[in-house]
């Protein structure tokens, strides 16, 4: 009961600055270690080679568009829950945290089936080459297999985090990421499974994790019970969680679609091409991985008190936020641009063009991540406050409505410099489209104060 109280009084009354660090902290400490694990995992995995390489880069988007479903029913239970908390109305969130969980697990089951019948043609769709699949296969299918996992394990992280309790996800994402990186040499070298080692270490530190969850929920650390008979997938429940869960969703499969589209556009340059933009993509992901963690953090706080009309203590969060995540993303941004060549190369023993394509497509890429914070605040803003409609605009902008013409134009007039940099165009786009916006938001919670 104490717990609970620190937990709500965490999210409702204490400093904002304060509330922040406790929340959000935590959370992209966890992310961090995520995607240093992700890291890592591509940095064993190129020492196999260039295909090998293209293997996972390849596969990399299936398993997001899975895991969105853990990110579809957490983040939208999360943002619900988050306002029901505010409103000081706890026998609900406890039904919505139930709902949430139960529905996603029974979701994700049905989606790894389906992506496992037709794991060739899926494969050859998201840009594997003849001397990529074999690879890719033999990844995908234990990756796959294990993203039951970590379904479960997105879903508990938001729903976790909405209660308070970043330190719990913190501590569940740093276990996990920790024991893929033990596991990844071992497997991928010691007992010469290859790519096949990397997803197997994947796939038990994910098991790990929820091993992890379970026992939270055992002993009863959590506001909410958990218990099959508390899930109610009623209209009411279920609209609350879509109509957050669902633009998030919708941002997952455009953040697929558009690696997708980066390796299909690279594909008629070759491995090394593949290779070399998906380096880029999970040295870039670092940052924007620790961006959300901090988001998730913001997110509850947002969501807490605008359910419970505490206006000034929305701005404020409002405000610090985007200072904070601004400076990260220009000190990480300005950090990839001057080391870019050298970064490129870790992933690679001696594939000079897989090092030019990645180095020239990281410094512009770097450079547009200044702007990242910004846009993440207040995509994320939009849907811890229910209103998923702007929400949805914001967060299928920056790799949607304003990457796909780019991806697919650019590289016709530009060649492989069109595919280097799609992205970093698309985010200047972007980053006017969410000005606009912000400044309307601005307004309205002047109104309402």
């Known amino acids: 009961m104490k717990k609970t109280k620190n937990k709500m009084e965490l999210l ?67 943002s619900y829950i988050s306002r029901l908390l505010g409103k000081g109305d706890k026998a609900k969130a406890n039904k919505v945290a139930s709902t949430a969980i139960y529905s996603s697990i029974s979701v994700g089951i049905v989606m790894i089936v389906v992506a496992l019948v037709f ?8 840009g594997a080459t003849e001397s990529i699949m074999p690879y890719a296969t033999a990844y995908a299918k234990i990756f796959i297999t294990g993203c039951v996992f970590n379904v479960f394990n997105v879903t508990m992280n938001n729903l976790v985090t909405s209660e308070g309790a970043a ?59 958990f218990q099959v008979k508390e899930c109610c997938p009623s209209k009411e429940i279920l609209s609350e969680i879509f109509k957050i869960g669902v633009p998030t969703l919708f941002f997952q499969i455009l953040t ?53 009309k505490k206006y000034n203590r929305l701005n404020d969060a409002i405000k610090i936020s985007v200072q904070w995540s601004t400076v990260f993303c220009v000190i990480f941004g300005l950090f990839m641009a001057i080391d870019s060549k050298g970064i490129i190369a870790t992933f690679t023993t001696d594939d000079f063009k ?10 512009a890429n770097g450079i547009a991540f200044f702007l990242f914070g910004f846009h993440t605040v207040y995509s994320s803003l939009f849907l811890a ?32 410099a069109g595919v280097q940099y799609a992205q970093p165009i698309a985010d200047v786009i972007t980053f006017m489209v969410t000005v606009f916006m912000a400044v309307k938001l601005k307004n309205e919670l002047k109104e309402g104060d």
């Open 119 to 126: 794991l060739n043609p899926i494969l050859k769709l998201l």
């Open 354 to 363: 897989m090092i030019q394509i990645g180095q020239r497509s990281l410094v």
């Open 256 to 308: 697929s679609l558009s690696i997708t589209m980066i390796n299909g556009q690279a594909k008629m340059y070759g491995d090394s091409a593949i290779a070399g933009m998906g380096a880029v993509t999970r040295v870039m992901s670092m940052g924007s991985l620790m961006v959300f963690g901090f988001i998730k953090g913001f997110q509850p706080i947002a969501g807490y008190s605008y359910g419970a």
């Open 167 to 225: 330190k719990t996800t913190m501590f569940v994402l740093f276990t996990g990421a920790v024991l893929n990186i033990i596991l990844d040499p071992i497997l991928i070298y010691k007992f010469h499974f290859g790519v096949a080692g990397a997803a197997l270490a994947t796939v038990v530190s994910q098991l790990i994790s929820t091993c992890l969850y379970l026992i939270y929920i055992g002993k009863r650390k959590s506001v909410f019970s």
């Open 12 to 78: 409702g009354n204490a400093p904002v600055q304060k509330a922040l660090l406790a929340m959000g902290l935590p959370t992209m400490i966890g992310m961090m270690i995520n995607a240093i694990y992700n890291l890592v995992d591509a940095y064993f995995v190129g020492g196999l080679g260039t295909s090998q390489m293209g293997a996972i880069s390849v596969a990399y988007p299936l398993g997001q568009v899975i895991v969105g479903l853990g990110l579809l029913f957490g983040n939208g239970g999360a």
């Open 385 to 416: 406050l229910g209103k998923g409609k702007e929400g949805l605009i914001l967060g299928i902008c920056r790799q949607g409505i304003c990457f796909l013409p780019v991806i697919l134009f650019l590289p016709r007039i530009c060649g492989i």
